[in-house]
């Protein structure tokens, strides 16, 4: 039996689950309708909770199954974050299609790493992949970005393909590098809805994103094209990587250890993978994090990953069906394209 855990040291905060997109992908609009979150975002007085429960917390990624800059006063969510963690790295995403309205400058200047979710190189595979945003947009946007981004703020576009882009990675690099952006995290394409998912809109997504999958692939064409956009990359001075451990097994995944999930609501959830509060360990806004991280369901949870018999939601978890295809992109393409998807080694 487990003794007492440690908190943990890396957290991913909803700061919002409000969102103006309808990725075809994301979970986000089957969770929202079912009516167990309602959209929401978090007030600094929840921000004074979190803290002095987690007062040690390395690295927060202050994001979630909603668009953070599109949070109520965003700029003075992430001013009072930075003002209670000082020293702890504070990293965001967005998805870069909102309107001109958002104060980007005022956010921007308490966050250390921003990740532009892009996924798609074009008009046709961006508002394919971003339902409800205009590429002209988000083109505006992520300029606005570039031009108002203090100069401490590292940028990185993150781009998720599956094997319906994956033939053109390389057309990524040049619309990055014509953004101005010299880093791209590429991301192969993650099935949030488990197997274990009965309801028929789940279902439905699901097996959208199976049709999708990137193991559908033969295998030497995604290799070309990973090579071809790795030549590029070099050619043109864009760093580019492909996020995800190769090795990834159920048993070192730090979630629910190490890291942290946590909605808007308060909800604890197992990780990012599987963010629907139906699987939620309890609430931080009414049970100390201490009592959940080390109650009866949670501890049974991380010795279920270490076991031969892991908890169903993680037995297709995502980082494991890619590693698959990670080893082969890591043996056989360029050594410089790997990363872990961890800024700070745990
Ligand atoms: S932008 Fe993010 S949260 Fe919004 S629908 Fe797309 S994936 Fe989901
Ligand atoms: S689904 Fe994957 S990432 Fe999530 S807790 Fe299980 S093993 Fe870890």
């Known amino acids: 039996m487990e003794t007492k855990n440690n908190l943990p040291i890396w957290a991913s905060i909803e700061i919002t689950d409000i969102c103006n997109l309808e990725c075809p992908t994301c979970p986000r609009t089957e969770i929202i309708k079912r009516g ?4 929401g975002y978090l007030t600094t007085d929840k921000l004074d909770i979190i803290k002095s429960q987690l007062p040690d917390l390395k690295e927060i990624k202050f994001q979630g199954l909603g668009e953070p800059f599109l949070t109520p006063k965003a700029h003075e969510k992430f001013h009072y974050l930075k003002k209670l963690y000082p ?33 798609g ?17 988000m083109v505006r946007n992520v300029k606005r970005i570039k031009k108002l981004a203090p100069k401490n703020l590292k940028i990185s576009i993150n781009s998720t393909f599956n094997n319906d882009t994956a033939a053109d990675l390389y057309k990524c690099i040049i619309l990055a590098k014509a953004l101005g952006i010299d880093n791209i995290r590429f991301n192969l394409i993650q099935n949030w809805i488990t197997e274990s998912e009965t309801d028929a ?37 864009v760093k580019a990587q492909i996020i995800g ?102």
């Open 87 to 119: 020293n702890t790295q504070v990293l965001s995403i967005t998805n870069a299609a909102w309107k001109d309205n958002v104060e980007v400058e005022k956010i921007l200047q308490n966050v250390d790493y921003l990740y532009i979710s892009i996924d």
């Open 121 to 137: 190189h074009d008009y046709e595979t961006f508002e394919k992949f971003r339902l409800k945003a205009s590429f002209e947009q």
């Open 36 to 39: 167990d979150t309602l959209t």
């Open 201 to 237: 809109l789940k279902s439905k997504r699901r097996d959208f994103i199976n049709n999708i999958s990137l193991s559908k692939l033969e295998t030497e064409s995604l290799i070309a094209s990973v090579r071809r956009m790795s030549d590029l990359a070099k050619l043109l001075n």
């Open 245 to 346: 451990n190769s090795d990834f097994k159920i048993s070192d995944c730090h979630w629910g250890d190490k890291m942290m999930y946590m909605t808007q609501k308060g909800e604890i959830l197992p990780c990012g993978m599987r963010c629907d509060p139906k699987y939620s360990f309890g609430n931080i806004f009414k049970t100390n994090i201490e009592e959940i991280w080390n109650s009866d369901k949670m501890v049974d949870f991380r010795e279920m990953k270490k076991s031969d018999t892991p908890p169903k939601i993680c037995m297709d978890c995502p980082y494991l069906v890619n590693s698959k295809i990670l080893k082969l992109l890591n043996d056989t393409t360029s050594e410089n394209l790997k990363s872990d998807f961890l800024y700070h080694k745990l």
